[in-house]
């Protein structure tokens, strides 16, 4: 059946009310997706529609009190310390990093597509992800490379929602979204870790910090083979000790090298509309990116590829080129700007 046809009945079931068949039609229309490789469209399809299924059963009529209620406030409750839900359409292309991080995302990836070998031997995923290194060099990247590879939803941590200055309510906040996690079947993404996981100072008194981490650990070990937790930080040394050792994976992703800027310029220029005009030589603004990071060099590019087209609107030329003298300036004022 087309697309087309799989919409009319869609809207037919919706407008007569029919939810048997409009579920029906819609697990039909979300496999039809699926087998289109429109993948990230059926996982939002299929995420929507259990979220109205489930608030149908903890419906906001049910008598205050009741534990449907009960259900409803708390299911809210655990949206608001959601940054973001989504899928991704990022794959292992679009991540540049040393060779040695890429072959340990590549074994993480091939654990997960693995699961039935693995279970047969009874031998446990690997689940919990730690991603660490200097701002920009592509943890965030790295984590919808992981989801997006997978095809699994993931839920974006809002940090600032998370952390409560109300005694237990953090570990309190951090269990309902490992719960939702745990439910969904999805990924679970805390940037700037280091915040919730800091060494516990046993000579001082940090007890809400003790038992917040101690809730982490104990998520951890009970934490689904279905579910996965990604944690990044730019400060692994600030991490308590027993908790890295909780982590069945740590990558390292740091500044880009001589290797990984050249990889970057291919990956910014792969769709081969812009060429360089030569002025400064290749190897020279590659010496200027160096000390920068890869989401600072990818922007400092893009803004001279853009403002080098601005000049050339006007001409009549196949193929722009860059101007490298831009490029360079752009990224001396970038060093300069973030003191490197």
């Excluded at 979300?30 to 059963?57: D, G, Y």
């Excluded at 890869?294 to 196949?318: E, P, V």
Aim: hydrophobic residues 40%.
């Amino acid at each position: 059946m087309s697309q087309q046809n799989y919409i009319k009945d869609i809207a037919r079931f919706g407008l007569e009310n029919d939810q048997e068949k409009l579920l029906s039609t819609l697990a039909e229309f979300i496999e039809h997706n699926k087998n289109s490789k429109k993948v990230n469209f059926a996982l939002q399809l299929q995420s929507i529609i259990k979220e109205n299924l489930r608030k149908q059963q903890h419906s906001p009529l049910q008598k205050v009190g009741s534990p449907s209620h009960y259900q409803t406030i708390q299911d809210r409750e655990t949206e608001e310390l959601i940054l973001e839900k989504l899928t991704s359409d990022y794959s292992l292309e679009n991540l540049v990093c040393t060779d040695a991080a890429k072959e340990k995302l590549v074994n993480f990836l091939s654990e997960h597509r693995n699961r039935e070998l693995l279970a047969k031997y009874d031998l446990p995923i690997s689940n919990k992800l730690l991603l660490y290194g200097p701002s920009g060099c592509g943890k965030t990247l790295a984590s919808y490379v992981i989801a997006g590879e997978l095809k699994k939803m993931m839920i974006v941590v809002n940090l600032g929602a998370i952390v409560s200055s109300k005694l237990g309510e953090t570990s309190k906040n951090l269990a309902k979204i490992f719960r939702k996690a745990a439910q969904e079947d999805c990924i679970i993404f805390i940037d700037e870790f280091d915040s919730l996981g800091k060494v516990r100072d046993y000579s001082q008194d940090h007890g809400e910090m003790k038992r917040v981490v101690n809730t982490i650990l104990q998520l951890f070990d009970y934490l689904p083979q279905s579910s996965m937790v990604i944690c990044a930080t730019n400060q692994k040394e600030m991490l308590d000790e027993a908790l890295m050792r909780r982590f069945d994976l740590v990558i390292s992703l740091e500044l880009p090298g001589v290797e990984q800027i050249q990889k970057l310029i291919q990956l910014v220029l792969k769709e081969g509309h812009f060429s360089f005009d030569r002025k400064v030589p290749r190897e020279q603004l590659i010496e200027s990116a160096e000390g920068l990071s890869y989401y600072s060099i990818q922007k400092t590019l893009i803004n001279a590829i853009k403002r080098s087209l601005f000049t050339q609107k006007d001409t009549h030329t196949i193929r722009p080129s860059i101007n490298t003298q831009i490029w360079q300036e752009l990224l001396v004022q970038e060093k300069e700007a973030l003191a490197v």
